[in-house]
């Protein structure tokens, strides 16, 4: 939006933390929001009635992979590659046109990647804010270098193979002047009935979580099973990625779910990736345990890991958050994992509020009661 002030008049409003809807205006002077609710248009303010309309915070996607192609063939890796150099227009197209305003990624070429978040924040390359991890961190055997042959030397993953190490290859990305958001770790002994991989070593993984936090930089870790999980949360990460039928299965253990909520330990369960491989009554179950995490106080994200197959931008989130309703989560609070929820653990975007920064998505329709309410271009 432009400079100036502008009154969406006649809408409601999903405001504050828990997206609490109020009726009236939304004012918006200087980029930021000045006013929500029963509020007057400022005098020389340009006043735009949108009745039937929804305003919110704009939505957060917490798991994308921006430099992986779409599709396969001879024709898509040659669109692959000229997408890459021009830093996935249509991905970024796509986020704006489903109303991501945020995306995380958690997984890309660190050089590519950093070099689009700059483009991204000073307005060269139209598109959603991008928070980045840069490489991820593994193990010599374990995902992505077992599975689909990441070599160790690769811009996109870390191997370390020493606690020193560690805390070299995470400090040159935390540190200094231009520094990574998230440290990402994939923490991840696989599947024993096809394929075991090998998980980061503990005290390589405690390196990098000590080496993370003396920065001011979380920790999200991608994880598999209940023995993943417990050292993960002995290292103190923050934030975890993906809920499969190799993890809580058959329930959380109750010390893991008390020890998660105490600490403040996210969970992005990133369904949409996950449902066309799980038979209805796993996806049933896994659903119950997103539920049982949010009813002991956890704090439930939106990720939709979109870059993997099937999982396209925009779109997996908008299904992420339907996911969430499923799981019993009601409307607000689905929404709230994709908008204030990760704004307020992850950074990147904000609750409707006074003297908030805003990039507020505008619906035609309430997407309480249908999450694929069409979006509302605006401009000032």
Same mark, same amino acid.
């Given at each position: 939006?432009?400079?100036?002030?502008?009154?969406?008049?006649?809408?409601?409003?999903?405001?504050?933390?828990?997206?609490?809807?109020? @009726?009236?205006?939304? &004012?918006?002077?200087?980029?930021?929001?000045?006013?929500?609710?029963?509020?007057?248009?400022?005098?020389?303010?340009?006043?735009?009635?949108?009745?039937? %309309?929804?305003?919110?915070?704009?939505?957060?996607?917490?798991?994308?992979?921006?430099?992986?192609?779409?599709?396969?063939?001879?024709?898509?890796?040659?669109?692959?590659?000229?997408?890459?150099?021009?830093?996935?227009?249509?991905?970024?197209?796509?986020?704006?046109?489903?109303?991501?305003?945020?995306? %995380?990624?958690?997984?890309?070429?660190?050089?590519?990647?950093?070099? *689009?978040?700059?483009?991204?924040?000073?307005?060269?390359?139209?598109?959603?804010?991008?928070?980045?991890?840069?490489?991820?961190?593994?193990?010599?055997?374990?995902?992505?270098?077992?599975?689909?042959?990441?070599?160790?030397?690769?811009?996109?993953?870390?191997?370390?193979?020493?606690?020193?190490?560690?805390?070299?290859?995470?400090?040159?990305?935390?540190?200094?002047?231009?520094?990574? @958001?998230?440290?990402? &770790?994939?923490?991840?002994?696989?599947?024993?009935?096809?394929?075991?991989?090998?998980?980061?070593?503990?005290?390589?993984?405690?390196?990098?979580? @000590?080496?993370?936090?003396?920065?001011?930089?979380?920790?999200?870790?991608? /994880?598999?099973?209940?023995?993943?999980?417990?050292?993960?949360?002995?290292?103190?990460?923050?934030?975890? +990625?993906?809920?499969?039928?190799?993890?809580?299965?058959?329930? /959380?253990?109750?010390?893991? =779910?008390?020890?998660?909520?105490?600490?403040?330990?996210?969970?992005?369960?990133?369904?949409?990736?996950?449902?066309?491989?799980?038979?209805?009554?796993?996806?049933?179950?896994?659903?119950?345990?997103?539920?049982?995490?949010?009813?002991?106080?956890?704090?439930?994200?939106?990720?939709?890991?979109?870059?993997?197959?099937?999982?396209?931008?925009?779109?997996? =989130? &908008?299904?992420?958050?339907?996911? =969430?309703?499923? %799981?019993?989560?009601?409307?607000? +609070?689905? =929404?709230?994992?994709?908008?204030?929820?990760?704004?307020?653990? *992850?950074?990147?975007?904000?609750?409707?509020?006074?003297?908030?920064?805003?990039?507020?998505?505008?619906? %035609?329709?309430?997407?309480?009661?249908?999450?694929?309410?069409?979006?509302?271009?605006?401009?000032?």
């Amino acid at each position: 939006m432009e400079s100036g002030t502008v009154a969406l008049t006649r809408v409601t409003a999903l405001a504050g933390e828990d997206l609490a809807p109020l @009726d009236g205006a939304v &004012v918006i002077e200087g980029g930021r929001i000045a006013a929500v609710g029963a509020a007057s248009v400022p005098a020389g303010a340009r006043e735009v009635p949108m009745p039937g %309309c929804t305003v919110l915070p704009g939505l957060v996607d917490t798991h994308v992979h921006l430099g992986a192609p779409d599709g396969r063939g001879p024709l898509a890796t040659v669109r692959a590659i000229a997408d890459h150099l021009r830093f996935q227009p249509g991905k970024r197209r796509a986020f704006l046109a489903h109303g991501v305003t945020t995306v %995380c990624s958690l997984g890309d070429e660190n050089t590519w990647v950093h070099d *689009l978040r700059r483009r991204a924040a000073d307005g060269t390359l139209p598109g959603p804010r991008v928070r980045i991890a840069g490489p991820l961190f593994t193990a010599p055997g374990g995902h992505p270098v077992a599975t689909i042959g990441a070599s160790p030397g690769d811009d996109w993953v870390r191997v370390p193979r020493s606690p020193g190490q560690a805390r070299e290859q995470v400090a040159a990305l935390a540190g200094g002047d231009d520094p990574v @958001d998230v440290v990402k &770790v994939v923490q991840d002994r696989g599947d024993p009935a096809r394929r075991s991989l090998e998980p980061i070593a503990p005290p390589v993984l405690a390196a990098i979580a @000590d080496e993370a936090h003396r920065h001011g930089v979380p920790v999200v870790a991608h /994880w598999g099973t209940l023995p993943d999980l417990a050292e993960l949360l002995e290292a103190g990460v923050d934030h975890l +990625q993906h809920l499969e039928p190799r993890g809580p299965l058959a329930g /959380w253990p109750a010390e893991m =779910l008390e020890a998660m909520v105490a600490r403040g330990v996210t969970l992005a369960p990133t369904l949409a990736v996950t449902e066309a491989a799980l038979d209805a009554d796993t996806a049933r179950t896994l659903r119950r345990r997103v539920l049982e995490f949010h009813e002991a106080g956890g704090t439930v994200l939106a990720g939709s890991d979109s870059g993997m197959p099937a999982v396209r931008p925009g779109a997996g =989130l &908008v299904r992420e958050i339907e996911l =969430l309703a499923a %799981c019993g989560l009601d409307p607000a +609070q689905a =929404l709230a994992a994709a908008t204030t929820g990760p704004a307020r653990t *992850l950074g990147g975007g904000g609750p409707l509020a006074p003297r908030a920064p805003t990039n507020p998505l505008i619906l %035609c329709g309430d997407p309480r009661t249908n999450p694929r309410s069409r979006s509302e271009e605006h401009k000032s």
